[in-house]
């Protein structure tokens, strides 16, 4: 019996999955393989082949602070929904202690504050991060290790049957969610065992035989010294983010550049003026805002207080024409960012 051929419909649907790898991939820099193992399950979902009786995936992803984690979500949440805060957002820093847990489900009526406590994980909620043309909720639990024990007891029943009964015994359903969990969890070892003397930016450079899958095995043994096994049973997909090189860091900066003059475009209009930034300064920018510790964590405030805060003082005081051409450097020797304008007569 010959098999039917491939309909151009799933060829399609198939591009489309790798469409949306390289999609992502491109703005979460240096992180493929983590694109690679989300898709599948937004490709489930949108096939109508996600699991029943469960969320359409479960993510933890794990890696040093700044390499990409909660961007990721972010990301995703702009291509399917257009807007990068169409998530779910839980910052498990709030919810240090076991009452604050609490307010996540509510009150159950006749306690004190039935009345005042809106719990923060409703139906509403999630159908509120949803958008015309994709019915997947993004449910982000940040920094998970900073929630008090009672977040993975809540977690556990959540990402089983993918209900979460409230505080006043109503039911929310999370079958078309993905979650993700973000930990920094093992990023301390994975720095003390992979390179104790030189640090990330060596092995990142040099990248020893087998680096990636032994920042793989060091994440794993983290999170199964933190978690039961029934939690860690639970997660679709462990995923580890990987150091930052230098090339990387710097597709970065450039990127915020980037968004900067879009920025610069869009919002002064007809009054826009072009940037331009010079490639001793954005060495300068890479060496300034980022680092080892904290990857590129830094880099936007680095990009505001060098660029964006110099332009807008010279634009409210007058010295930057509409249409003018405005260069930044940083001459040799200088820790500063050197400032020149070129005026573009429209008649010349
Ligand atoms: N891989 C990356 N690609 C693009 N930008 C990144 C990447 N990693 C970090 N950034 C930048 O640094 C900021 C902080 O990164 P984030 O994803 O919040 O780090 P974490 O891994 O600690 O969650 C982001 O908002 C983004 O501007
Ligand atoms: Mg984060």
């Known amino acids: 019996m010959r098999t039917p051929p491939i309909s151009t419909k799933s060829r399609r649907q198939g591009t489309d999955g790798l469409d949306l790898v390289r999609v992502l991939a491109e703005r979460v820099v240096g992180q493929p393989h983590a694109m690679a193992q989300i898709v599948p399950y937004v490709q489930m979902h949108r096939a109508g082949l996600g699991p029943e009786g469960r969320p359409a995936g479960v993510f933890l992803l794990l890696g040093p602070t700044g390499t990409g984690k909660t961007r990721t979500v972010e990301v995703l949440a702009d291509v399917l929904h257009g807007n990068e805060r169409q998530v779910l957002k839980i910052d498990c820093g709030e919810f240090q202690m076991e009452h604050e847990v609490a307010k996540l489900i509510g009150a159950p009526p006749g306690y004190l504050g039935h009345r005042e406590t809106q719990p923060m994980l409703t139906q509403q909620k999630l159908s509120a991060v949803t958008s015309e043309g994709c019915n997947l909720s993004l449910v982000l639990f940040d920094e998970i290790e900073k929630a008090a024990p009672s977040m993975t007891r809540l977690l556990l029943g959540m990402l089983d049957k993918a209900t979460l009964r409230l505080g006043d015994n109503t039911t929310v359903s999370f079958e078309r969610s993905l979650i993700f969990l973000t930990s920094n969890l093992g990023a301390q070892a994975m720095r003390k065992e992979l390179c104790p003397d030189f640090g990330y930016a060596a092995m990142v450079s040099s990248r020893p035989h087998g680096w990636a899958r032994k920042l793989e095995g060091i994440a794993m043994s983290a999170v199964r010294r933190k978690f039961s096994p029934e939690f860690v049973n639970r997660i679709d997909a462990v995923i580890t983010y990987h150091p930052l090189s230098t090339e990387a860091l710097a597709t970065i900066v450039d990127q915020q550049i980037a968004l900067l003059k879009r920025h610069i475009e869009t919002r002064l209009a007809e009054r826009a003026f072009r940037l331009e930034v ?31 805060q110099p332009l807008a003082a ?35």
């Open 314 to 348: 010279m634009v409210a005081g007058g010295r930057i024409e509409p249409g003018d051409v405005v260069h930044a450097e940083r001459p040799a020797g200088r820790g500063w960012i050197w400032w020149s304008r070129m005026t573009r007569h429209p008649n010349r």
């Open 278 to 308: 010079a490639a001793c300064a954005r060495q300068f920018l890479l060496k300034a805002g980022t680092s080892e510790e904290y990857g590129a964590r830094e880099l936007k405030r680095t990009i505001l207080r060098e660029l964006t």
